[in-house]
C-alpha cells in the first residue's frame, strides 16, 4: 500500500507524527495509572452468580463435599446461569441418582467435582447472588491486605453501587478521591462482609516499568527504521509494525482509563486497532525480511487474505464499540464482556502462524539461516509468556509486568540480524568487548534483581513455615504455637537459612552465566607461563622454516585468541623467505609481501619491540589494516632482523594489555634463536639435497661413460675418469665403426662441477651422433665445433683429443683440439714422443677459423706400441708445496710401466699421481686412457 502514494515524504511526516501521538499517549496513559487512586487488589468476572448456601457431603465418601460460598458451574456438565434453570435441570433428575457438580471453589481459585445424591438437593441450597468480581490477587501490606480482604472474597458493591462487570467496578472505584474510605461489600464463603479499604493516592508495582521501557525502544526503533529507511518495504513494514506493537505493549500492562466511558473508549479503540495491525503488518513483513520472496504466489495469496481479515475484524470492532458506546444493544456488554478481543486477536495471531509455516516451503536456506535467530525470539518469548501466565495465575508469585524484559528478545533479534548481514544497508558493528560488558552488566543487574525480588518473598513467607524446637537431646518439628521470642528467634534463623541458600545458588547461577558469556565472547585469561612453555615446545620441535612459521601464526592465534596473526622470515635483513599466516586466505597478501618486501624490512628495522601499525608509512598502514592487522612485533637475533609477527585483534576486541605485549616480547625472543636454527637447518637441507643430487648426477655420469671395453684384435684397451667433486667434466668415450676400427675420444670441459658435467653430457653426445657418419676425427672435431659454437657460452671451452685407429693397416689418424698432446710409447726405440698436431679448444672460433688452425696426423704403430691419452687433471696435480706433477713424470711413469697391461698401467699412473699429490685435495677432473698394441 505505501508503493502506491505519490509522496513518500507526506506518508514518513505522517507516520512520524504517528509515532510523536501513539509515545505521548503511551506515557500519559502511564502517568494516569501512576497517580490514579488504587486498592492495590486484582479481581475479575465470576462465572457464575448461583452460590452454594450450605455444606453437603456425599454418601460414601465425606471429604468430597460442596462447602458454602463454592459457586455452582454445571450440574452433570450443563452450564447453569440461574435459579430457574437449576430447578428444571433438578425436576429431571430421578431421586435415587447421584448428580455431579462443577464447583468453583473461589478462595483456593480452583475448580473441582462433587458427586452427590439427588435427593440431598433442594432448590435451598442455592442461591442467586448480585453480579459480583472475585479478587484473585492482593498485593502484601497494600490497602485491602490492610483493610483485611482475602484473595476469594466476592465484591458485590463498592460504596453501596452494584456493577455488572470488573470494567464498571473499576471505574466506581477509581472515581473515589485518593486517601479516601471506600467501603467495600463482600461475600466470605457465603458470609457477607463489610471492609473499609483506605485507597493509596498513587502507586504502581516496580515491575510495570518494564512495559513501558520495552514499549519505548519499540517505538523509538520503529520510527528511526521507517525514516531512515523508508525506500526500503521491509523497512516500511517492520517501522510501522514496531511503532504500533510499541504502543501496545506499553499501554496493556499499565493502563488506568475506564473503557466504559468515552474517553476510554476510543483509546480503547486505538489499543485494539494497533494490535490487529501490528500482528498484520509483522506477519506481511516476513516476505521481504530478511530477504524479500519473489515467485511466491501462495504467499502473497495468504498475505491478502490476511489484510482482508484484519480490514474486516478492524471494521466489527469499530462498530461493537459505537454500538456499546452508543447504547444500540444493551446486551453488547455482556457480548464484550465474554469474548472482548483475545479471540479476534487469536483469529489473525493464528492465521499470521500458518501463514509463516507455509511460507518456509518456498524460502530459501539463506533466508532461513538469516532468520533463524528471530524465529528462536519469537519462541523463547512464547515460552517465557506461558511460564508467567503459570507464575501469575497458579502461584502469584510475579506480576505481568515482567513480560516486558522478555519482549526486548525480538528488537534485539532484528537489530543483530540487520547488524550482521548488513541488511537495508544498514552496517551496525558493535564491538564484542562492549557487547561482553553490556551482556554481563545485564546479567549481573537480573541477578541482583532476582536475588532481591526472592528475598522479598522469603522475608513475607517465613511464618508459613512449621516450627521446630531445640533441646539438649532432640530436634523436633511441632505444630502448637509457640511464645513470640521464640517465633522471632525462629523465623530470623529460617530467614537466614534460606536466604544464605539463595544466596549461594544466585552466585552459582551466576557464575555459569558469566562463565558461558566469557565462552561466547572469547573472554579468556591465557596463563602466559604455559603459553611460553607450549610456544617453547613448539619450537623445540620444529626445524623446517615453513613448518615453523605456520606452527607459530596457529599457536599464537589460539593461545591468545586472536582472530588472525601472519609471520614473516627475512633472509639477511633483505629478502622475505617465508610467509605464513592463519585466520584468513592470504593468497593476495603473499603476493604482496613479496613486491613489498624491502618496504616492510626498511618501515620494520627501527623497531624493536611491539609496535601498532599507525606507527607505520601511510602505504604499508593502509595495506596492513586492510588485513585487519593492529601490531607487528620485530623479531631479531644479534642485532639482525630476521622476522616478523603480525598480530590482528582479539576474538573478545578487547584492547591489549601490558601482559600480551610482554609475552608477545617472550615469543619474539624465542623465536629468533628458533628461527636461525631453521635457517641453518635449511642450509644443511639444501645442501644434503645438492650433495644427493650430485650423487645421482655422478652415477649418471659414470654410466654415460663407457661401461664396457670394446674387443679390437691387436689393441689392448683401458681408460679411468675421476671428477675433483661429485661431477666433472672430462670424459672419454669409445667410437665403434667399421670392422677393426675404433677412435678412442678424451675431452675437458673448462672448470668443473654441475655446469661442465651438462656441457659433457652434451659432447658427449654430438661426438656419438656424428660418429655414425663414419668421419675422421678432424671431420668428427669440426662439425662438433660449428654445433658448439653456436650453443656453448662464451665463458667456457672445451679441449679435445681423438685417435683413430685402423687395425687391419696397423695405422692410426689423430686430431687435437686444444688438447693435451698424445702420449705415443715407440717400442722399437724404446721412447717417449708427444704428438702435438695443431688445433684450438671448441667453442672458442668459427668454423673457419676453427678448420684452419686444426691439423691431423697419421702413424704406423706395431706391437708393444703404446697411446697415452690425459686430461691436464694428471699433469697439473700438485702437492702440498704447490709443485705440478707435469709432462716429465707422467712420460716417466709411463716408461716404467711399459711392460704391463693397459689397465695396469691407467692404475699404475693413477697412482703415482695419488702418491705425489698426498693429502692435498684434486683440483681438477682426472681422466686417462691408454691404447696397447699387442702382437
Known amino acids: 500500500m505505501f508503493d502506491k502514494l505519490k509522496n513518500p515524504t507526506v506518508l514518513r511526516a505522517g507516520v512520524l507524527l504517528l509515532s510523536i501521538f501513539l509515545t505521548t499517549l503511551a506515557i500519559l496513559n502511564f502517568y494516569e495509572f501512576a497517580t490514579g487512586t488504587i486498592d492495590e487488589n486484582l479481581f475479575t468476572n465470576i462465572q457464575s ?14 471429604n468430597t463435599a460442596a462447602e458454602r460460598g463454592d459457586l455452582l458451574l454445571e450440574i452433570n456438565n450443563e452450564e447453569v446461569q440461574s435459579s430457574k434453570e437449576l430447578s428444571e435441570k433438578l425436576k429431571n433428575i430421578q431421586l435415587d441418582s447421584l448428580v455431579t457438580l462443577n464447583l468453583l471453589r473461589p478462595h483456593l481459585n480452583r475448580t473441582l467435582r462433587v458427586s452427590l445424591p439427588r435427593k440431598s438437593l433442594s432448590e435451598s441450597f442455592v442461591k442467586l447472588i448480585p453480579p459480583a468480581v472475585r479478587v484473585i490477587q492482593i498485593v502484601p501490606g497494600g490497602a485491602s491486605d490492610r483493610a483485611g480482604m482475602e484473595v476469594g472474597d466476592l465484591i458485590y458493591r463498592i460504596d453501596g453501587q452494584g456493577f455488572m462487570h470488573s470494567f464498571e467496578a473499576d471505574y466506581i472505584m477509581r472515581k473515589a478521591r485518593g486517601d479516601k474510605l471506600v467501603v467495600y461489600e463482600v461475600l466470605r464463603q457465603g458470609e457477607p462482609l463489610t471492609l473499609h479499604v483506605k485507597l493509596a493516592i498513587a502507586g504502581f508495582r516496580l515491575t510495570r516499568i518494564f512495559p513501558l521501557f520495552c ?56 489499543l485494539c486497532i494497533a494490535l490487529f495491525l501490528s500482528l498484520t503488518l509483522w506477519f506481511n513483513s516476513d516476505l521481504y525480511f530478511p530477504v524479500e520472496i519473489k515467485d511466491a504466489r501462495k504467499p502473497h495469496k495468504r498475505q491478502r487474505i490476511l489484510n482482508i481479515l484484519t480490514g474486516v475484524i478492524i471494521a ?52 532461513r539461516e538469516m532468520h533463524r535467530l528471530i524465529r528462536n525470539a519469537g519462541i523463547f518469548i512464547g515460552l517465557f509468556s506461558i511460564l508467567l501466565a503459570y507464575l501469575v495465575f497458579s502461584l502469584n508469585l510475579f506480576d505481568v509486568g515482567i513480560m516486558g524484559i522478555s519482549l526486548l528478545a525480538l528488537p534485539a533479534a532484528y537489530v543483530y540480524t540487520i547488524g550482521k548481514y548488513s541488511l537495508m544497508d544498514i552496517r551496525i558493528r558493535v564491538r564484542r568487548n562492549i557487547q561482553y560488558l553490556l551482556a554481563s552488566g545485564l546479567w549481573t543487574t537480573l541477578l541482583i534483581f532476582l536475588c532481591g525480588y526472592l528475598l522479598l518473598i522469603l522475608s513475607s513467607k517465613t511464618d508459613r513455615f512449621p516450627h521446630i524446637r531445640f533441646s539438649s537431646n532432640f530436634v523436633e518439628v511441632i ?202 637447518y635449511e642450509q644443511l637441507r639444501e645442501q644434503e639435497r645438492l650433495k644427493q643430487e650430485l650423487k645421482i648426477a655422478r652415477q649418471i655420469q659414470m654410466s654415460s661413460l663407457p661401461q664396457k671395453i670394446p674387443t679390437v684384435k691387436g689393441l689392448d684397451i683401458y681408460a679411468v675418469s675421476k671428477p675433483a667433486t661429485e661431477v666433472g667434466g672430462d670424459f672419454y668415450d669409445y667410437l665403434n665403426s667399421a670392422q677393426g676400427e675404433l677412435m678412442v675420444v678424451v675431452g675437458d670441459v673448462s672448470g668443473k662441477g654441475t655446469s661442465a658435467a651438462l656441457y659433457m653430457s652434451k659432447i658427449q653426445g654430438i661426438f656419438r651422433s656424428l660418429h655414425t657418419f663414419n ?74 677459423f676453427f678448420t684452419s688452425k686444426l691439423d691431423e696426423s697419421c702413424l704406423t704403430y706395431q706391437p708393444g706400441d703404446i697411446f697415452l691419452l690425459a686430461s691436464d687433471g694428471i699433469t697439473e696435480a700438485f702437492n702440498e708445496t704447490l709443485e705440478e706433477f707435469g709432462d716429465e713424470r707422467l712420460i716417466d711413469a709411463l716408461k716404467k710401466s711399459v ?37
Open 899 to 935: 711392460s704391463l697391461s693397459a689397465r695396469e698401467i691407467c692404475e699404475s699412473i693413477i697412482q703415482q699421481v695419488e702418491d705425489f699429490r698426498g693429502d692435498t685435495a684434486a683440483h681438477d677432473d682426472s681422466t686417462l686412457a691408454v691404447i696397447k698394441v699387442v702382437a
Open 775 to 848: 668421419l675422421t676425427p678432424r671431420e668428427i672435431f669440426i662439425r662438433a665445433n660449428q654445433i658448439l659454437f653456436a650453443d656453448l657460452e662464451k665463458k667456457f671451452f672445451v679441449t679435445g683429443l681423438g685417435i683413430k685407429f685402423l687395425s687391419g693397416e696397423g695405422k692410426a689418424i689423430i686430431a687435437r683440439a686444444g688438447h693435451l698432446p698424445l702420449l705415443y710409447y715407440n717400442s722399437a726405440q724404446a721412447a717417449v714422443s708427444l704428438i702435438q698436431s695443431g688445433g684450438i679448444g671448441f667453442g672458442l672460433e668459427d668454423s673457419e
Open 49 to 62: 452468580r448461583i452460590m452454594v448456601t450450605r455444606p453437603l457431603f456425599g454418601s460414601q465418601d465425606e
Open 479 to 680: 505444630d502448637e504455637d509457640i511464645s513470640e521470642a521464640e517465633s522471632r528467634s525462629q523465623d530470623r534463623l529460617v530467614f537466614m537459612v534460606l536466604s544464605g541458600s539463595l544466596l549461594i545458588s544466585v552466585w552459582y547461577v551466576g557464575r555459569t552465566g558469566k562463565r558461558f558469556l566469557r565462552t561466547k565472547y572469547d573472554r579468556f585469561r591465557y596463563d602466559y607461563r604455559l603459553a611460553a612453555h607450549q610456544i617453547s615446545e613448539m619450537f623445540n620441535s620444529n626445524l623446517d622454516m615453513y613448518d615453523l612459521a605456520r606452527e607459530l601464526a596457529g599457536k599464537l592465534a589460539k593461545l591468545m585468541h586472536l582472530k588472525r596473526t601472519g609471520v614473516l622470515f627475512f633472509r639477511e635483513q633483505a629478502q622475505c623467505c617465508c610467509q605464513e599466516f592463519y585466520g584468513f586466505d592470504g593468497a593476495a597478501w603473499t603476493e604482496y609481501c613479496l613486491d613489498a618486501q624491502h618496504d616492510i624490512i626498511s618501515a620494520v628495522l627501527p623497531f624493536t619491540s611491539p609496535v601498532e601499525i599507525h606507527k607505520l608509512s601511510d602505504n604499508l598502514r593502509t595495506e596492513f589494516e586492510k588485513q585487519e592487522f593492529k601490531h607487528l612485533v620485530p623479531i631479531r637475533s644479534k642485532e639482525r632482523l630476521v622476522g616478523l609477527i603480525l598480530v590482528g585483534e582479539k576474538l573478545a576486541e578487547s584492547a591489549f594489555q601490558r601482559d600480551d605485549y610482554e609475552f608477545l616480547n617472550t615469543v619474539a625472543g624465542q623465536a629468533s634463536v628458533a628461527i636461525e636454527n631453521a635457517f641453518l
Open 215 to 270: 514499549g519505548l525502544i519499540y517505538l523509538i526503533l520503529g520510527t528511526l527504521l521507517f525514516w531512515f529507511r523508508f525506500e526500503y518495504k521491509a523497512a516500511r513494514l517492520l517501522g510501522l509494525a514496531s511503532i504500533l506493537v510499541g504502543y501496545v505493549i506499553s499501554v496493556s500492562w499499565n493502563t488506568a482509563i475506564i473503557y466504559i466511558s468515552f474517553q476510554g473508549g476510543w483509546r480503547f479503540l486505538i
Open 316 to 367: 466489527i470492532t469499530v462498530l461493537l464499540s459505537a454500538a456499546f458506546y452508543l447504547h444500540f444493544w444493551d446486551d453488547l456488554n455482556k457480548f464484550l464482556q465474554d469474548k472482548s478481543t483475545l479471540g479476534l486477536v487469536n483469529l489473525i495471531f493464528l492465521y499470521g502462524i500458518y501463514s509463516k509455516i507455509r511460507m518456509r516451503k518456498v524460502t530459501s536456506p539463506e533466508y
